[in-house]
T-cell receptor
Framework: DAGITQSPRHKVTETGTPVTLRCHQTENHRYMYWYRQDPGHGLRLIHYSYGVKDTDKGEVSDGYSVSRSKTEDFLLTLESATSSQTSVYFC???????????FGPGTRLTVT | AQKITQTQPGMFVQEKEAVTLDCTYDTSDPSYGLFWYKQPSSGEMIFLIYQGSYDQQNATEGRYSLNFQKARKSANLVISASQLGDSAMYFCAMRVQGSSQGGSEKLVFGKGTKLTVNP
């Protein structure tokens, strides 16, 4: 357990509004990740970070941006939410290369 | 392309019996890692077991073992003596190198297998 929290845990928002999800970790892990989980797709990587202010895109990054201004926080922003972004969002952290990833509890986002 | 395939959308097993969940992978990298995660109905993702591509022996963790067949590119999860609490979604994942600097790594997931343990 890497001490990962996500906030909010549940959110309902309207199409076109910006939304920010927060991931906070207490283990000083270098790597952080944002995934989304949808039925029939498993988990798909949105963005990841390999250090403070160092981020890169995953396979489903369109419509999302991220920021990491300090080691413990990784923010995911939906710039203008759409119904296709209704999903469960998981944050994960990894201590270093060759280690396993640990996941936060998830955030259920509904865009109406 | 790096890809994980789980061909069993759902599996059923009787309590106390063993069950094998299939996972095949595709990668051209000589160095990779394979993971299994469990997701119960409560939603959290729980790390179960890891196998490195250069590991000579199959990984084991308690009732979980990984049947690693490198030539066949398969990494099946074996759960022995199934318990009711094993009912969950199970995801196979492969670690791949990221495209950015900093030695970044990322996981590619399969679509999962839903395991139901019957009493």
């Amino acid at each position: 357990d890497a001490g990962i929290t996500q906030s909010p845990r549940h959110k309902v928002t309207e199409t076109g509004t910006p939304v920010t999800l927060r991931c906070h970790q207490t283990e000083n892990h270098r790597y952080m990740y944002w995934y989304r989980q949808d039925p029939g797709h498993g988990l798909r990587l949105i963005h990841y970070s390999y250090g403070v202010k160092d981020t890169d895109k995953g396979e489903v990054s369109d419509g999302y941006s991220v920021s990491r201004s300090k080691t413990e926080d990784f923010l995911l922003t939906l710039e203008s939410a759409t119904s296709s972004q209704t999903s469960v969002y998981f944050c994960a952290t990894q201590m270093g290369q060759l280690y396993e990833q640990y996941f936060g509890p998830g955030t259920r986002l509904t865009v109406t | 392309a790096q890809k994980i395939t789980q061909t069993q959308p759902g599996m059923f097993v009787q309590e106390k019996e063993a069950v094998t969940l299939d996972c095949t992978y595709d990668t051209s990298d000589p160095s990779y890692g394979l993971f299994w995660y469990k997701q119960p109905s409560s939603g959290e993702m729980i790390f179960l077991i890891y196998q490195g591509s250069y590991d000579q022996q199959n990984a084991t963790e308690g009732r979980y073992s990984l049947n690693f067949q490198k030539a066949r590119k398969s990494a099946n999860l074996v759960i022995s003596a199934s318990q009711l609490g094993d009912s969950a979604m199970y995801f196979c994942a492969m670690r791949v190198q990221g495209s950015s600097q900093g030695g970044s790594e990322k996981l590619v997931f399969g679509k999962g297998t839903k395991l139901t343990v019957n009493p």
